[in-house]
């Protein structure tokens, strides 16, 4: 064999081993592409989003993205079909302070105006309220949009409306962290319309909590007039099943059938409203 031969015979060799650890190379990236996908994908499918509902059948909806809360629109009528979000103890605890600014988004389709509620009688009624976001303040910002926001008579917004708002962010001290989803009651006619936009009136609120990580995990919900409560949260305490039968909503869908049907078919209000 002459020198050149040689001189060839080692190229050859030398090729054949680059294109090999090329694709050797390939193979691994390849399959750790397609293993991170699948626990990608595997991560999305776990029943993480607790604050999911299934919005009753026939309502507007656009679900809207928020930095500390989901907003189920109803365009036609121009309030909330409900507002989810999660509350932990470190953000109970922040201090950004109120804004006040309500706003209207002209990127939201029947989102109302301010000006709907002006000499209307009723507050403009956070759903997710402002308290719940102060550990941020475009969250905060974000609750006074009126996407947010449903018409409310002043005695439930700052009676019994604001003590269960109150009573949520002492609880989540004690259960690390809570699940709410609250809103109107739509499956009853409004009790009229408000302002230029026409805005609906709900007759009634709802609000369910769920305590999904506290050593006794619980869910309880709430029932209130447009107006004033008599006997308070305890008289408006009811079982989720109940606000499910009357919204037509189905709350926290993500969990073990067994554990939503466990948690949602019982109330226990001494246990919830004790801190300890």
């Known amino acids: 064999m002459n020198r050149q031969t040689a001189r060839r015979r080692r190229r050859q060799s030398l090729n054949r081993a680059v294109i090999l650890i090329v694709l050797v190379a390939a193979i691994f990236v390849g399959a750790f592409y397609m293993l991170s996908q699948q626990k990608k994908n595997a991560e999305v499918q776990q029943p993480g989003n607790l604050t999911y509902v299934k919005t009753a059948p026939g309502l507007n909806e656009r679900i809207i993205n928020y930095k500390g809360m989901t907003v189920s629109f109803n365009a036609d009528l121009h309030i909330p079909n409900w507002v989810a979000w999660e509350l932990t103890a470190d953000e109970a605890a922040g201090s950004e302070p109120r804004s006040d600014n309500f706003y209207n988004d002209p990127d939201i389709a029947g989102c109302a105006y301010p000006e709907d509620y002006s000499g209307s009688g009723y507050d403009r009624g956070h759903m997710a309220p402002a308290g719940d976001m102060k550990w941020d303040k475009t969250a905060m910002e974000e609750t006074f949009c009126l ?101 037509g909503h189905d709350f926290f869908s993500t969990l073990p059938d067994s554990i939503e049907a466990s948690l949602e078919s019982k109330i226990n209000f001494t246990r919830w409203s004790r801190l300890k």
């Open 147 to 247: 996407t947010n926001i449903a018409p409310q008579d002043g005695s439930l917004n700052r009676g019994t409306w604001k003590k269960i708002e109150e009573k949520c962010r002492a609880r989540v001290v004690a259960d690390s962290a809570i699940i709410i989803v609250c809103g109107p009651v739509l499956s009853e006619a409004p009790r009229e319309f408000i302002g230029d936009s026409r805005v609906a009136v709900p007759q009634r609120f709802f609000k369910v909590i769920l305590s999904p990580w506290a050593k006794t995990p619980q869910a309880i919900g709430f029932l209130v007039d447009n107006g004033a409560v008599p006997g308070g949260m305890q008289a408006a305490a009811v079982t989720v099943d109940e606000i499910e039968a009357l919204t």
